[in-house]
């Protein structure tokens, strides 16, 4: 045998064969696409992620830079809109009238300060009770500082936030509305929580059971279905999801986002197979009356053992989606909320791996390259959440609920003649938060 | 030694340039081993057609997998599994569905056939080519390549023991196919 098998290789191993003349153009072809493929993909994810994270992104920045001077300039609205009010000026005497005026256009603190107690009480001042209190802006003990309401830059509001340890029982003067964008204590904006009052980012995890279906068109397939239904069965399954949604005032909301979705199969095969070959020679020697060798004959044949093979392994299919959802929020007591919402899920990825078997039902090992058995092209797979809610902070909401999806005759190929689907059903948990 | 003499400095270049995206030294990688990488995949393959596509989604597999090349040992070594994998691939992808059919009926009967130096090259490809699926990728893999059966049986997701009949099988049916080339020849 040696003898054969070094010949054949000395013969073949250095060998060379001539290639047609297109080969190269096609290699380069396809080099070029593979090229362009990850800024497909970068550029797929900027707008995804991207273009909702820059416009939080420059609200939240603008929060942090408050504009001074049109805060400045609403301020100064806002107060002498507060003064005008009917209610207010019917409540003033003339004395005080002026002096909220003078206050206002800050030609003098003179007239606040020569005020009473109750008059400034009054006039929209408050008394400090605590140091701590962040909420004033102006008050009547320091003559400069009360000034300063006159100066069109609130460059100065910085120094009254460091001299904000203020005696108690000074009076100040209220902008509860503004305060939190005056001083920065909150990084959000006012501009943002007005258009975007609803926007909230959500994030959830699940974990679900899925069942596959298999079927054919092809009557001579038929058999392989039911031998791969033996052979496939579910495995505990899990995905993760994160994007942005809006609650609407009405009780809808919408949201959409990137999901990655992982279902496992669990692959076990049991098959007849050659397990192992003995080799007998059988030697005939023929012998005549008188002992002389007259033929020497031998034979050689190989018989099989014939045993069960067994391959087992995880068959998993790895996804990408966007999913898009459309959904009601009911509020079932003060703590308590129902959502319940369904969507479509664009699938924009699937690899797959492990292990299926052929039109002869024997199995072999695919791998996540293997796009003649599993296709990745674009499909859609359609889904269904029910989920109890509670708010655990201002902005804070933690949710828990079922998740159902079907998955669609998404995984079939010009190679794999059985169309397979899956639909899972499983527990979810989840967070969103108000931005 | 490597095509053209080329020395392993030379190699590396080649290699880091097409790292670097540099097209023509793609091309000329291409076109040092392509003769012998065709004549590779001639063997695990059907026919010259599927050889080809064999060749093409090899050498795209090369140059897109170039960066995992250490620069220890031949480059044309490291090529040649990158293509054994690629054929063995695509050969799973496009299973005969009677593959084994016609083989059970051969007569596993030793020979000793001595006419390997009788015959061309081309004539011994054939012959090989004509082989059954199964039996093909093992002879290749254990008698031209030096597989062992271990790594035969990792490599095709079977057993050692189907790897060593199959090999049993393959050498017999082509043993018996060069004897009817010579009767054939008169």
Redesign the interface.
Known sequence: ?KN??E???D??????????SG??D???K??DR??KRPVIWIMMLMLLTGLPALYFSVYHEAGRHVDHSRIMSDMNQNTSDAFNSKNMSASLSAPEQTAKLALIESKSSKAVKSLSRKDKQALGFQIVSAASNRSSLFYDTEESLADDFSRSSLSQLSVLDDDINRIPGEYVYSFPDREDALFGTKTECPRFREQWPLLYSFTDVSISHPSQSLRTQNSESSELVGIRSQSESSLPSFGVRTGFGYDFYNGLFVQAGIAYNQINIKFLHRQE?????KTSIVIDTLFNSEGEILSITR????V??IGI?E?RGTNTFRMIDIPVEIGYHYPLSNKFSLRASVGIALNVRTVSSG?ML???AE?????A??S??FKTRTGLSYLANLAVETQVSSNIYLNAGIRWRHYGTEFNAS?NPVDQSFTSLGLSAGIRYRL | MSPLSLNRHTERELVALCLQGDRMSCKELFELYSGRMMALCYRFARDANEAQDMLQEGFIRIFNKLDLYSGEGSLEAWMRRVMINTALKYRQKHIDKHKYSEIDNVPLYATTPTIIDELSKEEILKLIQELPDGYRMVFNLYVIEGYSHKEIADQLGIGESTSRSQLVKARSLLKDKLLNLIKLAG
Not at chain 1, 273 to 277: A, G, H, K, L
């Open positions: 045998m054969f098998d010949k054949i290789r013969k073949l191993f250095g060998a060379e064969m001539p290639v047609a080969v190269w096609s290699i380069e396809n080099l593979k090229d197979d050659i397990i192992n070959n034979d050689t044949s190989v099989q053992e093979k391959t292990y052929d039109a002869n199995s072999f090992r695919y791998d390259g293997d003649a058995y190679e």
